[in-house]
């Protein structure tokens, strides 16, 4: 199983960055796949997950308004389109895949490997 994360970047504030999680060896639709952020020095926060089977979303309160998470399952690859950046979105971010749709991350099974996005003007 592997999740690979990608599309983070360099942008203003106030611009916009898609991220992508691509999968391979496991079926996305079956599961709840989410998005963290890991700011330097900071704890790793649960910014949003979409329950595939479904499409239900949740986004947290810091992002709720200016992220859009959504899925392609034909393509096996979940997405996190972020706009209205702000400096405090700077962040690693990871996709993971679970069962419980939850922002709790011990309830991820498999984890991407991270894309670093730092929104600075």
């Known amino acids: 199983v592997q999740l690979q994360a990608f599309g983070g970047g360099l942008a203003q504030p106030g611009g916009s960055l898609g991220l992508s999680c691509a999968a391979s060896?496991?079926?996305?639709?079956?599961?709840?796949i989410g998005w963290f952020r890991q700011a330097p020095g900071k704890e790793r926060e649960g910014v949003s997950y979409?329950?595939?089977?479904?499409?239900?979303?949740y986004y947290s309160d810091s992002v709720k308004g200016r992220f859009t998470i959504s899925a392609d399952n034909a393509k096996n690859t979940v997405y996190l389109q972020m706009n209205s950046l702000k400096a405090e979105d700077t962040a690693v971010y990871y996709c993971?895949?679970?069962?419980?749709?939850?922002?709790?991350?011990?309830?991820?099974?498999?984890w991407g490997q991270g894309t670093l996005v730092t929104v600075s003007s």
């Open positions: 060896g496991i079926t996305l639709s079956y599961h709840i």
């Open positions: 979409i329950i595939n089977s479904d499409g239900r979303t």
């Open positions: 993971a895949a679970g069962l419980r749709a939850t922002m709790q991350d011990d309830e991820y099974d498999y």
